[in-house]
């Protein structure tokens, strides 16, 4: 049940600025609760709206597929895949944290088969007398797949699994190392929270704004969860990322990062 106060709270908002219809950000400008506060209980703004009465500003999120959808017709428009400078053009002005870049949402495309595979017939090309680069430069950083690095000299680690993702190219070992592809996945939506906060030492490890359910979480970072190594209450818990899951009744839902990266 949503708390009252809440919700008198934001009727009274609602009121000052004489709207019957209240967005988030208005309210966190206005109104005496936190974000923490007003997701603590599992709610979505839109819950805690209609309690009070009231409307929500949510704007309908455009959808992968329309997306898609807009970069086929450009292509077909223009022969070619879009630049970067022609983003807005073409409608595909989708935010950074859905996808980092446009060369990255092309390969998605690419992998989905919505749109036909160009860079395989760029590279068979020679050299001399080549066209322009289907990818550009963006914010002066190259687009272009990273090479892996050599495992370290002198490492005293014996497993190098290597997981494909640019930036953190092999397995975690340990639970910085989740910590650590953890933060990058985040970064580059291919999970959809944003990391808020975190913590070291006891209590939970991470406090994330889960961009779906619009709500604020609370996670814990485990290398390998276990009933052996569980050391909280479940309540103050709402999910687990872990590299390996070894307790498969675990009452609350578990992000296992070893199964994401090979999707």
């Not at 997701?39 to 929500?56: I, M, P, R, S």
């Not at 597929?65 to 807005?88: D, H, M, N, V, W």
């Not at 860079?119 to 914010?139: C, F, M, R, T, V």
């Not at 939970?204 to 276990?226: N, P, Q, W």
């Amino acid at each position: 049940m949503i708390d009252s106060e809440l919700v008198a709270d934001v009727k009274k908002v609602a009121f000052k600025l004489s709207t019957a219809s209240l967005s988030r950000s208005e309210y966190f400008q206005h109104g005496k609760f936190s974000a923490y506060q007003v997701y603590d209980g599992g709610h979505t703004w839109e819950e805690v709206c209609k309690a009070a009465g009231l409307e929500t500003r949510k704007k309908e999120a455009v959808s992968d597929e329309e997306y898609f959808s807009r970069l086929k017709q450009a292509i077909l428009t223009l022969g070619r895949y879009p630049k970067a400078s022609e983003r807005k053009k073409y409608g595909l002005n989708f935010s950074k944290r859905r996808y980092a870049t446009l060369p990255e949402f092309i390969r998605r495309a690419i992998s989905l088969g919505y749109v036909p595979d160009f860079l395989k017939h760029e590279e068979d090309k020679p050299e001399s007398g080549a066209p322009e680069p289907i990818y550009s430069k963006q914010n002066d950083v190259e687009t272009t797949k990273r090479a892996v690095p050599p495992i370290p000299v002198g490492t005293k680690r014996m497993k190098w699994e290597r997981i494909g993702i640019e930036g953190f190219p092999y397995a975690p070992h340990d639970e910085l190392g989740v910590v650590g592809l953890f933060a990058i996945l985040c970064s580059q939506g291919k999970i959809r929270w944003q990391i808020l906060e975190m913590r070291g030492g006891k209590g939970i490890d991470i406090t994330c704004y889960d961009e779906v359910a619009e709500k604020t979480i609370r996670v814990e970072l485990k290398y390998a969860l276990s009933k052996g190594s569980w050391n909280h209450k479940i309540e103050d818990v709402d999910y687990v990322v872990c590299w390996e899951n070894r307790w498969p009744d675990f009452p609350k839902p578990v992000l296992i990062l070893s199964e994401l990266v090979k999707i």
